[in-house]
């Protein structure tokens, strides 16, 4: 049963057949206040964070500065620094970041809080219908723009149209549901989220991102204030206080994440609370004008927003008013919920009121949702913080029969037996009056604990410096884990992985408990590294995954007791092991799983092979269920039965069959054979054997470093003697035969007899044959096949080679219970060049499950995308650090800002400059640089922060850059470069090729 608090509460009467909004993210900037847990401080502390206005935030030489420099001296409640911003993360370049409102800048960096703080990656809302509802009216820094002589496109989308931001959000995070800005003066924010329920409950969108900010940038709006009367002569709001006469003036930025109830519980999220009902009225002619509160339009207001909700407003504990401490605001807000919340309501209990202002002061454009926000929280907590700065109450609080009674203490929430109730009021200037209902919000039930022989826990960030912050963090929160009371390490690690977005610089590390992680995560910070096993850090600048290969070995990975932990900890592994083992015992009378519990030592060929296949196949599917799919399949004699079974070419009976019988005959094999591994490439190993080719052979070609000889034993001894007296590595191979040579042909007709029934089918995933160096059909793998698998040689180097071919960065996995072609395959690796590593999966000196969760981390790291629901399965979602920004300063005039490359204008065409540079005779070196200093130009990013093998759109480029960046390249280098190809998924790369090619012709 779904409870509050996890305690059981009787039902509550709300509008029936429609879902609560719950608020799941939440995240803001306020004075005092970087978090909603510092909100929380503040509020349940009974904290005042009013200052005073910053001497360096307002120019006091302005006409009207020097008119009244009294009011610019005045009590505020003020954000530390609005000038910063991590442009470089959300792909602003530092031209545009400059020209963008701080509102817009730190308004994203909130909206992604929250995403994070719901748990929500945000590449998972790509496509979806997920509305945005903004609050940002003009700041003034448009003002600031235009005297700083910046009238471009950049700075008009930037600064002077507010209802952009909406877009700017969606566009950022591929959203397809309503995007809109919202003004109601300072009802503004609380209707934004009035809007977006309306479209949750009306079914328009699944999701809604709701965000307000308030930033004061120009003085102008104070000295209007001031001359009103409307500013408090105490420097304090008195909401409820006869001595209240006016607010003070305070910044604020606010980002909530809404969904319905049931989608949020289902999706194993805590919301903070939920909203039942809302309404928004306009006073009207009640108020006798325009900026005049009327009691009647209040009223209005209350009663419909409760009808909505279904609750009887007499049920109501608690109401956040909007309570600016205002002589004529304050009577007119609180006399309404007296007359309404007395309906139906206990005269032994009043409901409690209260304001955020009096802590913060009045956030005006945001206020609506800062205080949203704090009844949130206190809804969560059960606690009723206490209103601050009364001394003496207005006449309807002294009332002895009064309905509503001010919050002077922080006190628990009242116990009904029921879901805390509360309401939420905000009020514009313009008339416009917004109330919600909020509830208490159930608590899915935790899910059952679980427990890992070792976890990955998966960092990343889009810049180094905040890696390193971000491993800090995560260090700190893990010396916390509390397995019985608090949030587990399973949990921990799940949120993190299936909760969080992934970055290009990443970080795994490994462990079996909180603290070997925390450790590992120190060590990182102190030396800047992995060390490959408990810790693996690194870059991806690729803007896709990688190109993942399983390479399937031959035999020679084996060790008595392999998998056996596997077997316990990874249900995907036992359960494939198991299918394997049931279809080897059908073959062979015997199962691999006994004799791996057993940890008995494998020797005969028919005891080897078959255990190893059923390994392997174990291996790809653990990996496969943790969301990391092969593009390419790649098998090493007899590794390729376990390649053909995880393509899907064969069923497993079959491979079983083409396994079983094919070692059984093998061990029958009355031929005398040998193999030697030797440090040789093909050629050379073809010289040594030399006039012994008639009895021995090449067998198998791992790498132009690296071969194995196949052949009579006899011959193969003289052959290696004088090899090894020459320094030559000679390794003899632990069978009793010789395969891929001519010694198995007596084998022929009785395997391709035994192997008859084998019913090939087409590959799922296409699989790179080492025995017919190419890509090959499914269908190809019947009994004929497995013949020249056995007899052919293996020309494993050939096939790396072929994977390499395409330039595409690739992660080789290894599956295997210990590297047999690692070394084989770096050496092709680094013989070609190529952007590309080598992942083993399993060590014999390494606990299985601690080197399986090794693996999987150097995997991550290197771009794979695994499933970290499935990694971490049964995990519980867990609010995590945040993101540390890295934050520039932008603002005109700061030496700090980035100087504009040039005028948004230009001509069509001009002359042809002189001195060009001849592109034909541009090295690659050369032209690389070229092109990168236009880039640099165009951006206004420093030349070594541009990744030559990133998309261009995400280094900022969008299509006024891209203008720009062409003419910068017809004038400088006379080449023309189609708009629409910057704009694509090409890099600096590609257009380097594209122009060299552009002198050639």
Not at 650 to 676: I, K, N
Request: proline share 7%; hydrophobic share 40%.
């Amino acid at each position: 049963m779904m409870t509050g608090r996890g305690r059981e509460r009787g039902p509550m009467h709300i509008n029936i057949g429609r879902d609560p909004i719950a608020i799941v993210g939440a995240a803001c900037r306020l004075p005092g206040a970087q978090s909603p847990a510092d909100l929380w401080q503040i509020v349940s502390g009974g904290r005042d964070m009013i200052g005073v206005i910053p001497q360096d935030r307002f120019d006091i030489d302005t006409t009207s500065g020097r008119r009244r420099p009294d009011v610019l001296r005045g009590a505020g409640g003020y954000l530390d620094d609005i000038a910063g911003f991590d442009a470089r993360f959300f792909g602003v370049t530092p031209f545009e970041a400059l020209r963008m409102d701080p509102q817009q800048r730190l308004l994203l960096e909130v909206t992604w809080e929250a995403l994070d703080d719901a748990g929500i990656p945000a590449e998972s809302l790509a496509g979806s219908d997920t509305g945005v509802y903004t609050s940002l009216l003009p700041s003034g820094y448009w003002d600031l723009l235009r005297r700083s002589g910046m009238y471009d496109m950049h700075a008009a989308l930037g600064a002077a149209v507010s209802g952009i931001f909406p877009g700017r959000v969606s566009t950022l995070l591929d959203l397809r549901g309503p995007s809109m800005g919202v003004e109601a003066a300072c009802a503004t924010s609380l209707l934004a989220v009035h809007v977006a329920c309306r479209a949750l409950w009306a079914g328009e969108i699944d999701l809604a991102i709701v965000g307000g900010a308030n930033l004061q940038i120009v003085p102008d709006l104070y000295f209007a204030l001031a001359d009103a009367g409307v500013l408090s002569s105490s420097g304090r709001c008195k909401f409820g206080d006869v001595s209240g006469d006016g607010y003070v003036r305070s910044e604020g930025l606010v980002a909530l994440i809404l969904k319905p109830l049931s989608r949020a519980l289902a999706d194993g999220e805590h919301p903070y609370a939920t909203i039942l009902g809302s309404a928004a009225t306009h006073d009207g002619r009640t108020g006798g004008s325009l900026v005049s509160p009327g009691l009647e339009g209040h009223e209005t207001m209350l009663r419909k927003a409760y009808l909505d909700a279904g609750v009887s407003p007499g049920e109501v504990d608690y109401v956040e008013a909007h309570g600016p401490g205002t002589p004529a605001g304050d009577p007119t807000e609180l006399a309404a919920l007296d007359l309404v919340l007395r309906e139906g309501r206990d005269p032994e209990r009043r409901c409690l009121v209260g304001s955020l202002k009096s802590n913060i002061g009045h956030t005006e454009f945001t206020s609506g949702m800062a205080g949203l926000l704090k009844t949130a929280l206190a809804l969560r907590h059960r606690t009723i913080p206490a209103t601050l700065h009364v001394v003496e109450p207005h006449a309807v609080l002294r009332n002895p029969a009064a309905a509503v009674e001010l919050a002077l203490l922080t006190q628990d929430w009242p116990d009904r037996g029921t879901p805390g109730l509360a309401g939420v009021n905000s009020f514009g200037m313009s008339g416009t009056n917004v109330h919600l209902v909020l509830s208490e919000a159930p608590q899915a039930a935790r899910p059952r604990r679980w427990a890992r022989p070792s976890y990955v826990l998966p960092l990343s960030a889009r810049d180094p410096r905040a890696l390193d912050e971000l491993a800090g963090a995560y260090a700190d929160l893990l010396d916390g884990v509390d397995e019985e009371a608090g949030p587990g390490l399973h949990d921990v690690c799940f949120s993190a992985g299936a909760r969080r977005s992934h970055h290009e610089y990443r970080l795994a590390a490994v462990g079996d408990d909180a603290r070997s992680l925390a450790a590992s995560l120190r060590e990182f910070r102190a030396n800047g590294r992995g060390d490959g096993r408990s810790l693996h850090g690194g870059e991806r600048r690729a803007a896709r995954r990688p190109k993942v290969v399983f390479v399937f070995p031959g035999q020679g990975g084996q060790w008595a007791g392999m998998g056996r932990q596997l077997l316990a900890a990874e249900p995907a592994f036992a359960l494939r092991l198991h299918e394997c083992a049931r279809a080897v015992a059908a073959e062979l009378g015997w199962s691999p799983v006994d004799a791996l519990l057993r940890g008995e030592r494998l020797s005969r060929v028919d005891e080897v092979q078959p255990t190893l296949w059923a390994m392997q196949v174990a291996l790809a599917a653990v990996w496969r269920e943790w969301g990391v799919e092969p593009d390419l399949l790649v098998g090493h004699s007899m590794g390729e039965i376990a390649a053909a079974v995880t393509a899907g070419a064969l069923s497993v009976a079959d491979g079983a069959a083409v396994v079983a019988r094919r070692s059984r005959l093998l061990r029958e094999l009355r031929t005398p054979g040998a193999m030697w591994a030797v440090a040789l490439g093909e050629e050379a190993a073809r010289q040594a054997i030399g006039e012994h080719s008639g009895h021995v052979s090449v067998g198998v070609v791992n790498s132009r470093h690296s071969t194995v000889l196949s052949g009579d034993p006899a011959r193969l001894e003289r052959i290696v003697g004088p090899l090894r007296r020459d320094g030559v590595f000679c390794r003899r191979v632990d069978v009793d035969y010789a395969s891929h040579a001519p010694q198995v042909e007596p084998v022929r007709e009785a395997l391709l007899e035994a192997l008859s029934s084998v019913r090939p089918g087409p590959c799922a995933v296409p699989i790179h044959s080492s025995a017919r160096d190419r890509v090959i059909d499914g269908m190809e793998l019947d009994a004929g096949y497995w013949f020249d698998n056995l007899r052919l040689p293996v020309r494993f180097a050939a096939a790396c080679q072929a994977a390499l071919a395409d330039a595409r960065p690739t992660v080789f996995i290894e599956m295997s219970p210990h590297p047999v072609l690692q070394t084989a395959l770096e050496e092709e690796v680094e013989a070609a060049g190529a952007t590309a590593s080598v992942v083993p999966c399993l060590r014999k000196d390494v606990p299985d499950a601690a080197a399986l969760s090794a693996a999987l981390g150097q995997a991550y790291v290197l771009g794979c995308r695994p499933r970290w629901d499935r990694v971490h399965a049964g995990g519980e979602y867990v609010r995590l650090p945040g993101y540390p920004w890295q934050r520039r300063r932008f603002w005109p005039g700061s030496a700090t800002s980035p100087v504009p490359p040039e005028p948004a204008r230009e001509p069509a065409r001009e002359p042809a400059r002189t001195g060009r540079p001849d592109l034909a005779a541009l090295s690659e070196t050369e032209l690389t640089a070229v092109v990168t200093d236009l880039a640099s130009q165009v951006l206004a990013v420093p030349g070594h922060e541009i990744g030559m093998d990133v998309p261009l759109t995400l280094l900022g480029l969008d299509s006024v850059l891209a203008t720009r960046f062409r003419e910068r390249v017809r004038r400088e280098l006379g080449v023309e470069v189609p708009v629409r190809s910057l704009l694509g998924p090409g890099t600096l790369l590609d257009l380097t090729t594209e122009l060299r090619s552009a002198a050639t012709v």
